[in-house]
């Protein structure tokens, strides 16, 4: 998602979320600790918000930082302890990906040397 439309994205969220809380943009930029006309520019999608107040934005409006960022569960792991998200992958790399996780690492210390020396081979050999 590009840059303008994440920008529209998270301020139609961010509309909504406050909409359905029953508070106006003034309250919620009291809340953020910032001006209303700064806020309105977020949700117009004319401004992204640094991290900071994009954190207090998602605590505010009681939502998940993944729904004003417009990640679904393919796009991201659901915590540190989690394997990484698969679905984005190619069906092939997916496959490999799963046999790799029964390999030993020895295994995997060899294929990643072999991996390097086709990486960093000239492509026209």
Known sequence: METGQLSKSLGDVARAA????????AQVARQLGIVPNVYGRIERGHMMPAVPTLRRLALV???SADVLLALGRADVAPSLE???PEDNLSPELRRTVRMLRGWSPARVKWLNRILRAIENAPEDA
Do not use: M
């Open 61 to 63: 409006l009681g939502l």
């Open 82 to 84: 989690a394997p990484p």
């Open 18 to 25: 406050r909409e359905r809380l029953g508070l106006t943009q």
